[in-house]
T-cell receptor, first 114, second 113 residues
Framework: DTEVTQTPKHLVMGMTNKKSLKCEQHMGHRAMYWYKQKAKKPPELMFV???????INESVPSRFSPECPNSSLLNLHLHALQPEDSALYLC?????????????FGNGTRLTVT | AQRVTQPEKLLSVFKGAPVELKCNYS??????LFWYVQYSRQRLQLLLR??SRESIKGFTADLNKGETSFHLKKPFAQEEDSAMYYC???????????????FGQGTILTVHP
């Protein structure tokens, strides 16, 4: 299995809702990432987990809360989002530091905040 | 700070013509450079990485450390090459910024029949 799987594909939520995005990989990668991509813009790094520990947080607002329950799963919990948070959220995985490995991206979750 | 610059937002060529997508970078150290491609309605996927020195789908890219460039080239463009292309940079494995992939703004390549 050489894929990163993200669910759901699409999500519409109100500003008071709580929802979660899920990401799964079975490539044995020990680094996992969340990126945010606005239309016709490059992906922007949000969080990096290495060996299930948060190693990079790019000053993301606390309404986004990542979680890495095990080496195959990565979640992004969403609460009290704003309309400007509407975007494509991409999950990626790779080998962690010390091993050269490109990032493998999922198809993304298209989030709309109303 | 690491930065990637793709000067062309849009690039149009005719089928069979050569194509070059430009990429310049700024990084204090030895980076890893990548080209990622995003076809319409498909996931972002790796096209090339400089350490592999391989040719994928007829594309090549050479790292020029003197000019801090990593331009993507193909001698004969095909219609199926139409896509968004991102140049990206990461620190070397073992470094603190490894995995922190910084993308350029992207170039939309359109190959006309």
């Amino acid at each position: 299995d050489t894929e990163v799987t993200q669910t759901p594909k699409h999500l519409v939520m109100g500003m008071t809702n709580k929802k979660s995005l899920k990401c799964e990989q079975h490539m044995g990668h020990r680094a996992m990432y969340w990126y945010k991509q606005k239309a016709k813009k490059p992906p922007e790094l949000m969080f990096v987990y290495s060996y299930e520990k948060l190693s990079i947080n790019e000053s993301v607002p606390s309404r986004f809360s990542p979680e890495c329950p095990n080496s195959s799963l990565l979640n992004l919990h969403l609460h009290a989002l704003q309309p400007e948070d509407s975007a494509l959220y991409l999950c990626a995985s790779s080998q962690p530091r010390g091993k050269s490995s490109p990032l493998h991206f999922g198809n993304g979750t298209r989030l709309t905040v109303t | 700070a690491q930065r990637v610059t793709q000067p062309e937002k849009l690039l149009s060529v005719f089928k069979g013509a050569p194509v070059e997508l430009k990429c310049n970078y700024s990084y204090s150290g030895s980076p890893e450079l990548f080209w990622y491609v995003q076809y319409s309605r498909q996931r972002l996927q790796l096209l090339l990485r400089h350490i592999s020195r391989e040719s994928i789908k007829g594309f090549t890219a050479d790292l020029n450390k003197g000019e801090t460039s990593f331009h993507l080239k193909k001698p004969f463009a095909q219609e199926e090459d139409s896509a968004m292309y991102y140049c990206a940079l990461s620190g070397r494995p073992g470094g603190t910024s490894y995995g922190k992939l910084t993308f350029g703004q992207g170039t939309i390549l359109t190959v006309h029949p």
